[in-house]
């Protein structure tokens, strides 16, 4: 049976698509039949960092969500577009056109088909793990993308607003009896090497820690030109995507 | 139909679907697309408004966070000062290395 993750964070900035990004690839690369979904539908990104033009993505969520064409029709199969020779990578793009997303605005949508979406690529595609790359904050659309998965990966950095404001948002899904996990990114080197961080985080959200990944020059030089796991598979960067990796997996397992 | 067997499938992750507030599942599982149609909508606005948050408590359990923090990095400079010391004592060269974690 598969699982639908959603990865959310509080503020912009944190590192969610780079998140989603990097763990669809490893997961994939791990032997998972894995899907990345855009679902920040009003500042989609992730088709930037997966190297994915307008051209190729010839259909998007918009069009599935307006009933324009059936969900298979946008899900885009990248396997062999990012070189991966394990599992199977597949991806749904949202469309960046300002017009679809102001149709977006001002329509909405069936709020269900978020739901609808992780149900089909689970039971009907046979998919392990389908991956919600969200739009920051809590906005009802946000929550509804957050609800419309089994468990959730909050993404913070160690600053006030992120801390003050994932502390929110855990306190939120606890109340909509959501399971999260804390992922704490971009941590200063210095704090990301103390053993008691990820104890006092748990305990302040209430939420277990799974993954502290330090603040990288590197990926940030990245610019978001590709996926930075599979340009530099060696980088400390990409160890800490595998061992989050690993640790969802067994995670899922239980 | 399609669903439902969701909700089965999540069932699994949620601690407990019994206990109040009503869970989401309990939106999902609306009949008829018309009364389906914004419930979820409705069920988180209504879920939000009823939360009575306290903000100054919160306030007051960030800083406290904040000031349990600092105190983990002051003792991490604390340490690192240490280090060099004896790296100026023993003749050592620190290893900018370890920086990579």
Same mark, same amino acid.
């Given at each position: 049976m598969g699982v639908s993750i959603a990865i959310h964070s509080y503020r912009g900035g944190t590192g969610k698509s780079t998140t989603t990004a990097n763990?669809?690839?490893?997961?994939?690369?791990?032997?998972?039949?894995?899907?990345?979904?855009?679902?920040?539908?009003t500042s989609p990104g992730l088709h930037v960092i997966f190297g994915i033009s307008s051209e190729i993505m010839k259909h998007t969520l918009n069009d599935f969500l307006y009933k324009r064409c059936r969900l298979e029709d946008a899900v885009l199969d990248i396997t062999s577009h990012l070189g991966l020779s394990k599992g199977k990578l597949y991806f749904i793009g949202s469309s960046m056109k300002p017009e679809e997303i102001?149709?977006?605005?001002?329509?909405?949508?069936?709020?269900?088909l978020f739901?609808?979406?992780s149900d089909q690529l689970i039971n009907s595609f046979g998919v392990d793990i389908v991956l919600f790359d969200t739009h920051p904050g809590l906005t009802e659309d946000t929550i +509804?993308?957050? *609800?419309?998965?089994? @468990?959730?990966? =909050? #993404?913070? $950095?160690?600053?006030?607003?992120?801390?003050?404001?994932?502390?929110?948002?855990?306190?939120?899904?606890?109340?909509?009896?959501?399971?999260?996990?804390?992922?704490?990114?971009?941590v200063p080197p210095k704090l990301a090497s103390a053993p008691e961080l990820a104890n006092e985080v748990s305990k302040l959200v209430k939420a277990p820690v799974v993954a502290v990944i330090p603040f990288y020059e590197e990926v940030l030089s990245h610019?978001?030109?590709?996926?930075?796991?599979?340009?530099?598979?060696?980088?400390?960067?990409?160890?800490? +995507?595998?061992? *989050?990796?690993?640790? @969802?997996?067994? =995670? #899922?397992? $239980? | 139909m399609q669903i439902t067997s969701l909700t089965a499938s999540s069932r699994?992750?949620?601690?407990?679907?019994?206990?109040?507030?009503?869970?989401?599942?309990?939106?999902?599982?609306?009949?008829?697309?018309?009364?389906?149609?914004?419930?979820?909508?409705?069920?988180?606005?209504?879920?939000?408004?009823?939360?009575k948050t306290d903000m100054s408590r919160i306030e007051s359990v960030i800083s406290n966070f904040e000031r349990r923090i600092d105190a983990i990095m002051n003792k991490i400079d604390?340490?690192?000062?240490?280090?060099?010391h004896l790296e100026k004592l023993l003749g050592v060269r620190p290893d900018k290395g370890k920086d990579r974690r």
């Open positions: 763990l669809a690839v490893v997961l994939s690369a791990l032997g998972f039949k894995v899907v990345a979904v855009d679902l920040d539908i102001a149709k977006l605005l001002k329509e909405g949508y069936n709020e269900y739901k609808e979406v +509804i993308s957050v *609800l419309s998965s089994e @468990l959730s990966l =909050l #993404i913070m $950095r160690m600053d006030k607003q992120d801390i003050t404001g994932t502390y929110i948002t855990a306190q939120i899904l606890r109340r909509f009896k959501k399971v999260s996990y804390v992922v704490l990114n971009m610019r978001s030109r590709g996926v930075f796991v599979l340009k530099h598979p060696k980088h400390p960067f990409t160890s800490r +995507i595998i061992k *989050l990796a690993e640790t @969802l997996f067994s =995670l #899922i397992k $239980r | 699994c992750f949620s601690e407990d679907l019994n206990s109040t507030p009503p869970s989401l599942y309990v939106g999902i599982a609306l009949p008829g697309k018309e009364r389906r149609r914004g419930s979820l909508r409705d069920f988180i606005a209504s879920t939000l408004a009823s939360m604390d340490l690192e000062q240490r280090v060099s």
